[in-house]
């Protein structure tokens, strides 16, 4: 039996800022159509996607109908887990959540830790197959095997997990190896959502853990970004890389003045935190040490900017009318 293995979807109808193609909604829609195309044409039964499936949890009503709609074109079963992008506010909550439509809709199949037991025409032909499911937040749990029984175990989960320990952003410290994933677990096949830079690693038992990254790039860090697929054969136990066709150039979808001035002002930001988590002096008042801090260096207006929007943003959400 084969699987087609993708990552981030991040579906969304509005054209991130970074981006300067007309139309980002129908080109990632182009390339959710190619996976779920490649997936008939590669005969494989399922498609397995790691969280983050929307952008955020207030996708358009249009953008929910044209996907359900072309899931319904494609005899493709879409089995998912939540990532936090996909629930509201990264609460438990997960019934007013655009996923729950498409749960309803019979389109997609959300996989948990009970497992779903999938065979092909002909079950005889196969070894059983199970599959798993963490979705964001979730602990990894453990599966016990028996070493007589031929059941592939797979794990689709929503968390990051990187090729070494090499941090992906300062300071960052909720992660976790490839190879101490499947040291820990019994899993033959882990699909891995959440880190949007693809990997792929295989143990001396032929067991994958398969990261695809994200399926669009939204931004500038992304310029060198190849999204790509991966078909695994479960009778062989082996994987083989699609990559996505008709890729534009970075040139052609980019604001690369813009993205770079983005970067610069990340890494001032950066380098805030950094010196506030260095500072000794700490007290009761977070939002008063916060701007005491900032008046005593000289922080760039851009970092002003972002760390004043999100104060007034997370004001409105906690309505406290700071």
Not at 30 to 58: I, M, R
Not at 127 to 147: E, L, M, N, R, T
Not at 223 to 236: A, G, R, T, W
Not at 261 to 275: V, Y
Request: charged residues 30%; negative net charge.
């Amino acid at each position: 039996m084969r699987f087609l293995c993708t990552g981030d979807w991040q579906l969304r109808f509005q054209r991130p800022r970074s981006r300067i193609d007309i139309d980002y909604a129908l080109a990632q829609e182009k390339k959710v159509e190619w996976l779920l195309a490649t997936a008939v044409d590669e005969g494989c039964a399922y498609l397995l996607q790691p969280g983050d499936f929307f952008d955020s949890c207030h996708p358009s009503f249009d953008t929910m109908r044209r996907y359900i709609e072309l899931f319904k074109r494609y005899e493709v079963k879409i089995l998912c887990v939540r990532g936090q992008h996909d629930l509201r506010y990264q609460s438990t909550n997960i019934d007013n959540i655009p996923l729950a439509v498409l749960e309803a809709a019979g389109v997609v199949e959300v996989a948990s830790r009970n497992g779903i037991c999938v065979r092909g025409r002909d079950p005889s032909a196969h070894a059983p197959i199970v599959i798993y499911g963490c979705s964001w937040g979730d602990d990894v749990f453990y599966v016990d095997v028996d070493s007589a029984d031929d059941t592939i175990n797979v794990l689709l989960i929503h968390k990051m997990v990187t090729a070494d320990t090499n941090l992906q952003w300062p300071g960052q410290t909720d992660f976790v190896t490839a190879s101490s994933l499947l040291e820990e677990n019994s899993y033959d096949l882990v699909v891995c959502g959440d880190n949007h830079k693809s990997l792929i690693f295989k143990d001396s038992s032929s067991r994958y853990v398969v990261n695809c990254g994200s399926l669009m790039r939204a931004n500038i860090d992304q310029v060198d970004h190849k999204p790509v697929s991966y078909i695994y054969e479960s009778d062989s136990r082996s994987i083989v890389r699609r990559r996505l066709t008709n890729i534009a150039p970075a040139e052609a979808v980019f604001a690369i003045d813009y993205a770079e001035r983005e970067l610069e002002k990340k890494k001032d930001l950066d380098l805030f935190i950094r010196s506030i988590s260095k500072s000794k002096k700490v007290g009761v008042d977070f939002l008063k040490n916060l701007y005491t801090r900032l008046d005593q260096m000289e922080v760039p207006k851009g970092v002003r900017k972002i760390i004043d929007d999100g104060v007034k943003k997370f004001g409105e959400l906690e309505g406290d009318g700071w």
